[in-house]
């Protein structure tokens, strides 16, 4: 054997080919050859990317050039001893470091969730005699022995079946358990397809196999999703890129203004010391060092509103995402689908000759030949009542699926059980893959069920009516549905035993029809979210026809060329396949594969692209999109890649929980556009002040104060309103944080009322009034205006007398408080001999108020042009 995965594909090879390539034999490995293999291919699990070192994430806070802008000016305040002003601006440092590095810390790791998928034990035969070992210790080679309700330790290929099938829900998303065959497949067999392989961590749900494994760790199917998951990196949200390009613009723009403003005040005759620190305070002023701090408290209260509606957020940027997404792509089982195959109509034969469309409603009676054929079924049914003490109505089923929904449809309709609770079973010939159905003798009459196409060809019909019963099944069968068929025949007098080769000439009696509907608030949860201007794609890995009949069930209209299969999309290119992206509806029969192909196609398009998914093989294209949606039914390693788990596996709740998003996108923007409008008031003041060589109107400590505390309270408060522009916005405009509003009140507004500043200060100083008084109100007149104008900024649009301004009471909290701190600071002795602040004289709070006036009517007026340019 030379490596630990086979190059000719083992679902493709014959038994003997299978044991000649892996070097193994019926008897197993001998001891000393499987510790040999398990040096070379080491441990049957799934080895982790290195651990991040604590350390170096800290380290990594650092990075941002606002960080760096800070630590920079708390280093000179430190060289010149100026530890008041040290203090201040270390707070902030910290806060936001502390903040960054809690986050990053507690992401929680994928890989350890795919690990708990490996049963610790697993039975292997080696030299010739069965023994459980730990299933990390399994080798490609050894011989597995693979019963009900074990794990597949490994992935192996099956030697032998005994009504053996497995879940795989985990890696293929399909919810019906597969039969395993022992028979060689095709080449070109998908994952799915290979029905005589046996999948690492998949679940043993009936019979027992025995297996030889060609796959190990890394190397298993599930292995390889885990190496994907190890590989791929989240993608940056479009908050943390635009905060990032914000960053680094302020950090520039900052750095010329700091070295423009040491320069001035050296050429006019000031010291340089003095000049760094007045640097230094300026340079915290410009900076929004809070700013991060209140879009965590906003991303935090919008992910609790979400966590209401049965969403769980496990990344707060993920939030804010969802008001920015432009495109689901949705899955269907289990996610617009309840994965439940329910039975959904009873046909006759003579119902599918006459082409009659039935459907059993819960109040409608059924007719005699559908209670009669339900009545035959029962003997062949494998089911065990866990409660048979309780009344019928009340039994609880323990079986296959289809069978446990025929149960209950007998119940709900009145069909008599005393079949299924016989203690002695009718059923001759179980189920099984080869036949595809089974027998019970009932009354000297065999009854066959099973697969309807069998059922066909073995019957005793016309030609006439074999043809359109043939013609049904196929179309019955692209429109989602799974079918299972009945027929009868007599017992031959004097035969004891039955064989499949005895199932000729048969009387075909009908079908039972078998649907998973679609969840009931789905309609109007897509019809929502597409009001929003969001696009829906379906992606899924069912037949084209199942996938088409779901969709225009949900209410779409769907064109011939707005459907592509995967096998389709496999030959072409990417740039093929982007251009045919836009116009696309469905993606059926796709892989995993597929769906993280498209998913990158569609970014790469400038789409902000939300998927949902609840299997193993979805975890990589989850991680990898800008916000992976698990629902709370789906496999662990789904959740933990995903950035919002649906814990009602309602799809209503990601209409919701975009909703919200939106909410916190839009106040995220308030939270911005307010924050930055007062960001260059100390540059523009401190700056004309030294161009017009007028004394400093403001100390270092007076300037991070206003900076720390006034607004940053307000912005705080953004995070609990209630969303009142509730306006819709364009693809482009959903992407952006910064829109063209907060650029406008941002730059625009906040660069006017920055220069309103400072010549209030100019003609102040030309007043000849007394420079403490000076002080004074423009100490006021800063931090109390930032304050009052935040009632403006409630809406980006709205004029502000439209709505009441007074209903966010943490808002009025805030102000409340911020305005105390404001009065505390001239009215208490030590907080004046800290700020070096003069009392406030009282003959000029109506000049403040003046000042707030003029401020609002700013902001309202650029708001009304918004309104009337359409902007």
């Known amino acids: 054997m030379k490596n630990n995965n086979i190059n000719t594909k083992p679902w493709a090879m014959t038994e003997e080919e299978v044991f000649l390539s892996l070097g193994t034999s019926k008897e197993g490995l001998s001891e000393k050859e499987a510790e040999s293999r398990l040096s070379k291919f080491g441990t049957n699990t799934f080895h982790n990317k290195e651990k991040v070192n604590p350390f170096v994430l800290f380290l990594k806070q650092f990075l941002s050039p606002l960080i760096f802008l800070l630590v920079s000016a708390s280093v000179i305040t430190i060289f010149l001893k100026e530890w008041m002003n040290t203090a201040g601006i270390v707070f902030a440092i910290l806060i936001n470091v502390g903040l960054g590095f809690w986050h990053e810390y507690n992401a929680e790791n994928t890989l350890e969730k795919l690990k708990g998928y490996i049963k610790e034990r697993a039975k292997v035969v080696r030299e010739g005699k069965e023994k459980e070992i730990d299933s990390a210790m399994i080798v490609p080679g050894d011989l597995i022995k693979i019963s009900y309700g074990s794990r597949v330790p490994a992935d192996a290929r099956v030697l032998s079946v005994n009504n053996f099938q497995t879940d795989e829900a985990i890696l293929t998303g399909e919810s019906i358990p597969v039969y395993k065959e022992i028979g060689s497949m095709k080449v070109s067999a998908e994952v799915a397809e290979r029905k005589n392989i046996a999948h690492s961590g998949t679940l043993a749900v009936q019979g027992f196999a025995t297996a030889v494994v060609y796959a190990t760790g890394n190397h298993t199917e599930i292995g390889k999703i885990a190496g994907m998951v190890s590989k791929i990196d989240r993608v940056d949200t479009p908050l943390k890129r635009g905060m990032n390009k914000l960053a680094w613009l302020i950090f520039c723009i900052t750095l010329l203004i700091v070295v423009g403003i040491v320069t001035l005040g050296v050429i006019r005759g000031e010291s340089l010391f003095p000049m760094l620190v007045l640097s230094a305070a300026v340079a915290v002023g410009a900076v929004p060092e809070s700013l991060p701090i209140v879009l965590t408290v906003i991303l935090a209260i919008g992910a609790t509103r979400i966590a209401e509606k049965k969403g769980i957020v496990r990344k707060l940027t993920a939030a804010e995402t969802l008001g920015s997404t432009t495109l689901i792509m949705t899955d269907k089982t289990g996610t617009l689908t309840l994965a439940d195959m329910q039975l959904t109509a009873i046909y006759s034969r003579e119902d599918i000759i006459l082409e009659k469309k039935k459907e059993i409603k819960d109040n409608s009676e059924l007719s005699g030949e559908e209670k009669n054929l339900l009545n035959l079924s029962l003997s062949n049914l494998d089911l065990s009542v866990e409660n048979p003490e309780e009344i019928s109505s009340k039994w609880s089923f323990k079986g296959k699926p289809f069978e446990v929904n025929i149960a209950k449809t007998c119940v709900a309709h009145g069909v008599s059980l005393d079949e299924l609770i016989k203690p002695i079973s009718v059923l001759v010939l179980p189920f099984n893959s080869t036949n595809k159905f089974s027998i019970a003798l009932e009354d000297g009459e065999y009854i066959v069920m099973g697969a309807p196409d069998i059922l066909l060809k073995k019957s005793n019909l016309s030609k006439d009516e ?270 952006l944080v910064f829109s063209k509003e907060v650029k406008i009140l941002a730059l625009g507004v906040g660069a006017l009322t920055s220069i309103l500043l400072f010549v209030l200060y100019y003609v102040l100083h030309q007043m000849e009034i007394e420079m403490s008084t000076i002080r004074s109100v423009m100490f006021t007149c800063l931090s109390s205006y930032i304050l009052v104008i935040s009632f403006s900024f409630r809406s980006l649009r709205k004029p502000i007398f439209s709505y009441n301004i007074f209903s966010n009471a943490k808002l009025n909290w805030s102000i409340f408080s911020a305005l105390l701190l404001l009065i505390l600071t001239f009215v208490l002795p030590f907080m004046r001999d800290i700020f070096e602040m003069d009392p406030f004289p009282l003959n000029w709070l109506p000049f403040v108020f003046l000042w707030l006036v003029v401020n609002i009517l700013l902001v309202e007026g650029a708001k009304y042009v918004f309104r009337k340019l359409d902007i």
């Open 466 to 735: 074999y043809l359109k019963i043939e013609k049904w099944i196929e179309k019955t069968s692209e429109e989602g549905k799974r079918l299972i068929g009945i027929a009868s025949f007599p017992k031959k007098e004097g035969q004891n035993n039955i064989t499949a080769e005895d199932v000729e000439g048969i009387k075909f009696l009908g079908a039972f029809v078998f649907y998973d509907p679609l969840r009931p608030e789905v309609p109007e949860a897509i019809k929502n979210i597409e009001d929003h201007g969001i696009k829906i794609v379906l992606v899924t890995g069912d037949l084209k026809g199942t996938a088409v009949s779901l969709a225009r069930e949900i209410g779409w209209k769907i064109e011939e060329d707005e459907v592509i299969l995967g096998a389709d999309m496999r030959t072409m290119s990417n740039d093929e396949l982007s251009k045919l992206l836009p116009h696309i509806k469905i993606f059926a029969r796709v892989t995993p594969e597929d769906k993280f192909r498209v998913g990158k196609l569609y970014q790469k398009l400038g789409e902000v692209v939300a998927m949902t998914g609840d299997g193993v093989n979805d975890a990589p294209a989850l991680k990898a999109m800008d916000i992976g949606i698990s629902v709370g039914s789906g496999s662990d390693v789904a959740k933990s890649a995903a950035d919002l788990v649906l814990l009602d596996d309602n799809f209503h709740t990601i209409s919701m929980a975009i909703d919200e998003g939106r909410k916190i996108l839009s106040n995220i923007r308030k939270a911005v556009a307010y924050m930055l409008s007062s960001s260059f008031d100390m540059v523009f003041v401190i700056g004309g002040g030294l161009v017009f060589a007028l004394p400093l109107p403001l100390t270092a400590l007076q300037i991070i104060w206003i900076n720390l505390f006034t607004g940053s309270l307000p912005a705080l408060a953004f995070a609990f309103d209630k969303d009142i522009d509730k306006q819709k916005y364009s693809g482009k405009d959903l992407k």
